[in-house]
């Protein structure tokens, strides 16, 4: 490419076209505009890139309200991103929390980071999972935008939206409160994948599909009275429900998750002790039932959307290898199902995400029955996982950095690594 370089052809738009582009930013949720727009930034390559990519906030300072293994891998693809598109790899700024034993740890995304604040130590509702604390800590070091990754707040919408209501209106990067809310609660995200039209198994809420859209909000809410339906009043009412399913079955309680709250059930007889089991693993969480389904693989599509609405898949990955219900290997592409169905498993998700309004990385997950050729939602986890890595490398996109051009409110068809 000669002396120039990728970044200098590539923001050579007009005015017209960041003029459209201004039209575009005036429909946006003003949850998604940050304090640094692109007329109030400094004079940067940054700002430049942003301005001329169609983006409306510069962040060129983040909290990461996370430690460990995901703290490193957000400053790792953050600069491997900016080195690429800047020739400096420090065009992003870190601020990292960092806890009396992260400390004593020398834990390296410390070391990497610009600065670190310590936290209080002890369990994550002292640290990382704080909201008030993370909100307050991002108002005390001038930072535009957090990324929480992984576990912690990530997947609180109390995070999203309390950042959007601080007086530097600071962004998150990842989805909005509202696409949380909606999907956050195993029940109530397959009542809204049942409207979406996405396959799910025979389950104590079948034919439930009700959901009420606040256009203001952009909430998709299921009311108490159909979400009822889903659930299981008592380990009797849960029987009864299962009887009609067919054992054998899976009870789960909604709000579990990491193996906890979940127990297979082979014979009716056996039903009452192991519901049991389930819901006292999570005290007051609200229980239903699954048919099992023998000899599944676990698959799950990686979503990426904008804030423009555009939604695509980013192909899929295979999970099956588990234990104890923790998944141990994670591998992809899927090349168990078949091209076609796969194909039809991303259509659906890609229906969900539109129908919730999702914004930046999500993964729809699906239980596939080799045998039978059919597919079944599970859930959709709206953050980015940890297996991430995996599809980068099929895919040759540096998510973690996606994630940032879609805060700043680039689209997607202007990001480089995506083919729309």
Known sequence: MSEESLFEVSSKVGPEEIADYAKQHAKLPPSFIGYKTVDKAEESPLKDFVRNHGGHTVISKILIANNGIAAVKEIRSVRKWAYETFGDDRAVQFV???????????????????????????????????????????????????????????????????????????????????????????????????????????????????????????????DDDVYKQGCCTSAEDGLERAKKIGFPVMVKASEGGGGKGIRQVHRAEDFVPLYNQAANEIPGSPIFIMKLAGRARHLEVQLLADQYGANISLFGRDCSVQRRHQKIIEEAPVTIAKPDTF???????????????????????????????????????????????????????????????????IPMHRIRDIRI
């Open 96 to 222: 990292a929390m960092a806890t009396p034993e992260d400390l004593e740890a020398n834990a390296e995304y410390i070391r990497m980071a610009e600065q670190y604040i310590e936290v209080p130590g002890g369990t994550n509702n002292n640290n990382y999972a704080n909201v008030d604390l993370i909100v307050e800590i991002a108002e005390r070091a001038d930072v535009d935008a957090v990324w929480a990754g992984w576990g912690h707040a990530s997947e609180n919408p109390d995070l999203p939206e309390s950042l959007a209501n601080s007086k530097r209106r600071i962004l998150f990067i990842g989805p909005p409160g509202n696409a949380m809310r909606s999907l956050g609660d195993k029940i109530s995200s397959t009542i809204v994948a049942q409207h979406a039209k996405v396959p799910c198994i025979p389950w104590s809420g079948t034919g439930v599909d009700k959901v009420r859209i606040d256009y203001d909000s952009g909430l998709v809410c299921v």
């Open 343 to 409: 194909s039809e498993m991303e259509k659906a998700a890609v229906r969900l995400g539109k129908l919730v309004g999702y914004v930046s990385a999500g993964t729809v997950e699906y239980l596939y029955s080799h045998d039978n050729d059919e597919f079944y939602f599970l859930e959709l986890n709206p953050r980015l996982q940890v297996e991430h890595p995996t599809t980068e490398m099929v895919s040759g996109v540096n998510l973690p950095a996606a994630q940032l051009q879609i805060a700043m409110g």
